[in-house]
């Protein structure tokens, strides 16, 4: 059974950075396509970042230069720094891996 645990998300005020985690058992992290979405109030899910097992990593434009996509397979963990927060990163973020979900976490950015 797969399980994708996520944590570290919170309100930081713009500018500010914080680093999601996602934990995951019963599936090996570095085998899978891994990904970060983000769901802001009455809005569509959206792609945010991208890992592959290559370690090829691809971003949404709305984030590249400031977050950044990382795995540790030691913990079978990955990773979604993100810096230099702005309001509109507002959201529910979703790890994904292998087509299965997390939970989601809230991040929240005040201005």
């Known amino acids: 059974q797969v399980q994708l645990v996520e944590s570290g998300g919170g309100l930081v005020q713009a500018g500010g950075s914080l680093r999601l985690s996602c934990a995951a058992s019963?599936?090996?992290?570095?085998?899978?396509?891994a990904s970060w979405f983000r769901q802001a109030p009455g809005k569509q899910r959206e792609l945010v970042a991208v890992?592959?097992?290559?370690?090829?990593?691809n971003y949404a434009d709305s984030v590249k230069g400031r977050f950044t996509i990382s795995r540790d397979n030691a913990k079978n963990t990955m990773y979604l720094q993100m810096n230099n927060l702005k309001p509109e990163d507002t959201a529910v973020y979703y790890c994904?891996?292998?087509?299965?979900w997390g939970q989601g976490i809230q991040v929240t950015v005040s201005s």
């Open positions: 994904n891996i292998g087509r299965s």
């Open positions: 019963g599936r090996t992290v570095s085998s899978y396509v």
């Open positions: 890992i592959i097992p290559s370690g090829n990593t």
